[in-house]
């Protein structure tokens, strides 16, 4: 699903917040300038005009093995964040429109989320981290403010969600 704006389009990428037991899903990047702990997830299809939440369930049954379709509750699109950033190596700003969703699965699907990233080829560790821990570390997208709203579930956002303050190469370095 991609926006347009008078610079050009904007790719709308969708991820989860998932926690369980006090713990944060993050996949661990190695990257040349540090590591960058990233909420599971990935881009609409543009082609199809992909919904977004069937996105996000497309996405993290490539990832991590998760099937959406047997939460208990389904995920709740609780923030938006913009981003417009240099990539190293790049000219043109990277542009994301991220829809960050949460979702609290039960233990035994915890247990069956992958080790390591499905769909990608350096297999990308899967970790679960306290969320205090998480939230001191670089994430992608930027929501370390925000993981302490996100992780309760008696803090659903009546009206929809939260507009995130805008990733910026003044705000966000890539690594």
Do not use: K, N
């Amino acid at each position: 699903m991609t926006t347009s704006t008078a610079a050009g389009p904007v790719r709308v990428r969708v991820c989860a917040v998932l926690v369980h037991d006090g713990r944060l899903c993050l996949i661990r990047r190695q990257r040349s300038a540090g590591l960058q702990h990233s909420l599971p997830g990935g881009l609409a299809e543009d082609e199809d005009g992909e919904d977004p939440i069937d996105a996000l369930r497309r996405e993290l049954l490539e990832e991590l093995g998760l099937d959406l379709a047997v939460l208990p509750a389904p995920p709740v699109l609780r923030f938006v964040q913009d981003q417009e950033t240099e990539r190293p190596g790049q000219t043109e700003l990277f542009r994301r429109r991220h829809l960050v969703y949460v979702a609290h699965p039960p233990d035994h699907l915890a247990a069956a989320v992958a080790a390591v990233e499905q769909d990608d080829p350096d297999r990308a560790p899967v970790v679960w981290l306290l969320v205090a821990d998480a939230a001191a570390l670089h994430l992608y997208p930027d929501v370390a403010a925000v993981l302490d709203q996100a992780v309760r579930p008696d803090t659903a956002q009546a009206g929809g969600p939260v507009l995130l303050p805008a990733m910026t190469g003044a705000s966000y370095q890539w690594r």
